[in-house]
Every structure is written in structure tokens, then in C-alpha cells.
């Protein structure tokens, strides 16, 4: 489960309370903007900043913090390396890890994810930090302290489908969107599920294009599964994971001659994320029918919902993240609220959920 400090069900989630961020990187200049970026916002309060992770866990033993902005590269001691005494001093407080645009980065920030950070946030290069970029980064730092998301479903589509409780038939197919916070919850749920019956598994996680391959690479080490990222073209097998490249949105066809097969497509989604879920879990509604199983984890956005609906008209099963074992309750949280999750879970429970209903079928 993703680490839940005292104040994350506390002070840290009443809306107005100041967020108390320490600022963990070699660079000078990247200290002195991400400090002028988030006191200009009067939601935060930038009580630290710090050239390595030593320097930053001896300041902590003195002063409370809620979340920890971490360089991944630095003299000394890596960012992940120094997670946990950042975590166990902090009282587990949030760690966000900062990566340059290198994809030599990779590796190394999803397995920070792993060992307990949030999210990875792309520095621009230096001499580019924008508006832009400050304004995305305080809402994304806002939306991961709060585990909240402005993105709700507001009722607007009358016509939208309503999912029966628990599965509607053993699934055949599972499609996995996740984003912010999702790493670990879907390494969770995967390390639960045990051998399907020959099942393909297709996942979508919002990541820079550069880490995607790292994390299919994670996802192989930590998992008993095949983890291939998805090609165009590329036969679909049972019992292989196929994961977004970056390149592409993973969608699957069938072929003439009966096959499943991977494409790759670059259609246009309203919730700009590429590559996106949305793309993902209607083509399965479309190749798989009421065999199709969206599993919708922690995320910020809407991301996920249409092709949840698309899922649930076509017969199948959607099931969403619970809001306590989430990072951000929106992509699932979006999901639970128009009504189309059939069952409400966190990662482990989804997953032996799903392992039940193929020992029912067998």
C-alpha cells in the first residue's frame, strides 16, 4: 500500500492548511526556482532546501515536514537511495522525485516509486522554468498532498450506463489505467492476483514516454508475468502483460483470421494524457465484450471513465481503487461516481476478487 503518514488523515487534508515543502537538490538554480515557484504560492511554505539527502534528513530530526520535493541524482547518496531515513525521520512524510528529461533517470525513479516516493515530476531544462510549468506544479502538488482531484463527474451525460454489482462473468481480458500513485498499487494488485487462466493483462500508466520502458522492466522483476511493452502488430497471448509504450495509446483488433493483435493508435483524447486509458479499455469493450475487466487505480484526472462505460455497455466488469488506499482519488474516484465500478476495492482485494471468480469458473 502507498505510505500514509498521521497527517495525510489529518491537518494535511483540511483544505487551507499550509503545506510545509523541503526542497532536496544539488542545483543551485533549480533550489532557487522550485523555492521562488511555491512561496509565491500562498498554499505552501518552503521551510528547507538542501544540497544533498544528509544534510536533509539531519534538518528533519529538528523541524516538521509534509512533503519533500528529491533530486534523483546528487552527490552522495541517490534520491531513492535515501528514502527510507527520509521517510522514517519525516514521519513519512510525501516524497516527490525531481528527474531531468535524461532517460539514464529511469530506472532509478521508478524505483523510487517503489520504495515508497509519490510521483516523479519532469524539471524542465535549465532557463525554462515557465508559468506554466509553476502552475502545473503547484496543482499537481496540491492534488498529490490532498488526495483529492478538482476532476469530478458532474452528472452531465444522462444516458450513462449503471454497473451491477460484483463481476458480471470471469473475465477473459484485464485492462489496467493508472497515474498518479499507480506504480505501487499496481504492483500490489499484481503481486496478489497469482497465475490467471491464461488471461492477457494490457496496462496503461501515465509516465514520460523516457520511463515507460523502465517501468515495464520493474513490472518483470516484480511480478512472476511476462512483461512485454506493446509493439503494433504485436500477437496478443494469454498470460503476458502488455504494457504502453509512450509512443502510442495500446489498443488491441482482431484480425481476419481471429487473432488479437496489438495497434497502436494516436487518436486525439480530451484529457490530454498520452498514452491514455481511455483508447485502451474501449477496444477491449470492442474485442472482448462482456469478457473485458477495466481495473481503474489511484490517478489524478478523468482518464479512464468513457472507456469504463464503453466496458460496461458492451457486458463487462469495471472495478475501481477505493478512496482510502489511493494516492489521488480521481481517475477510480470518477468511476465510482457515475455509478459504473462493480466492485470498490483496494489493489489486493480487487486482485483475489478477481482470482475467485476464475476458481468459481474452473
Not at 533517470?105 to 515530476?121: K, L, S
Not at 444522462?158 to 484485464?174: D, E, I, S, V, Y
Not at 503481486?191 to 493483462?201: E, Q
Not at 470518477?334 to 476458481?359: F, N
Request: charge should be negative; glycine fraction near 10%.
Amino acid at each position: 500500500m502507498a505510505h500514509h503518514s498521521s497527517r495525510s488523515a489529518g491537518l494535511g487534508k483540511v483544505h487551507g492548511s499550509i503545506i510545509n515543502v523541503m526542497i532536496v537538490d544539488d542545483s543551485v538554480v533549480a533550489r532557487r526556482v522550485l523555492t521562488r515557484i511555491l512561496e509565491a504560492d500562498e498554499r505552501f511554505s518552503v521551510i528547507g532546501n538542501f544540497s544533498d539527502a544528509d544534510q536533509a534528513v539531519a534538518a528533519l530530526a529538528d523541524q516538521r515536514t509534509d512533503m519533500i520535493l528529491l533530486d534523483i541524482e546528487m552527490p552522495g547518496r541517490t534520491g531513492p537511495d535515501s528514502i527510507p531515513d527520509l521517510l522514517r525521520v519525516s514521519d513519512n512524510a510525501m516524497i516527490v522525485m525531481l528527474s531531468g528529461h535524461h532517460a539514464e533517470n529511469g530506472t532509478v525513479a521508478i524505483e523510487a516509486i517503489g520504495r515508497g516516493a509519490r510521483d516523479i515530476i519532469t524539471k524542465p531544462v535549465a532557463g525554462h522554468f515557465s508559468d506554466a510549468f509553476a502552475c502545473a506544479l503547484t496543482e499537481r502538488l496540491l492534488t498529490i498532498y490532498t488526495g483529492q482531484d478538482k476532476s469530478t463527474w458532474t452528472g452531465e451525460d444522462g444516458r450513462r450506463a449503471a454497473q451491477a454489482q460484483g463481476l458480471t462473468c470471469p473475465p477473459r481480458a484485464l485492462g489496467i489505467g493508472a497515474s498518479t500513485g499507480g506504480i505501487h498499487a499496481l504492483t500490489t494488485f499484481l503481486g496478489a492476483l497469482g497465475p490467471t487462466p491464461r488471461v492477457p493483462i494490457f496496462v496503461t500508466q501515465h509516465l514520460p514516454a523516457d520511463f515507460l520502458p523502465f517501468f515495464a522492466d520493474q513490472l518483470a522483476r516484480e511480478t512472476a508475468f511476462s512483461v512485454l511493452l506493446a509493439e503494433d502488430g504485436m500477437t496478443v497471448v494469454g498470460g503476458n502483460i502488455y504494457v504502453a509504450s509512450g509512443q502510442a495509446h495500446l489498443t488491441v483488433t482482431r484480425t481476419r483470421h481471429r487473432h488479437i493483435q496489438i495497434r497502436h493508435s494516436f487518436a486525439k483524447c480530451r484529457h490530454g494524457a498520452f498514452p491514455a486509458v481511455d483508447p485502451m479499455f474501449m477496444s477491449l469493450a470492442e474485442v472482448y465484450g462482456a469478457g473485458a475487466c477495466a481495473i481503474v487505480l489511484s490517478g489524478m484526472g478523468r482518464d479512464g471513465m468513457a472507456g469504463a462505460e464503453a466496458i460496461v455497455r458492451a457486458g463487462g466488469s469495471v472495478i475501481a481503487q477505493d478512496s482510502a488506499s489511493s494516492v489521488v482519488w480521481g481517475m477510480p474516484g470518477v468511476v465510482v461516481q457515475a455509478g459504473l465500478a462493480c466492485l470498490t476495492l483496494p489493489p489486493e482485494e480487487a486482485a483475489r476478487a478477481l482470482a475467485d471468480s476464475w476458481k468459481i469458473a474452473a
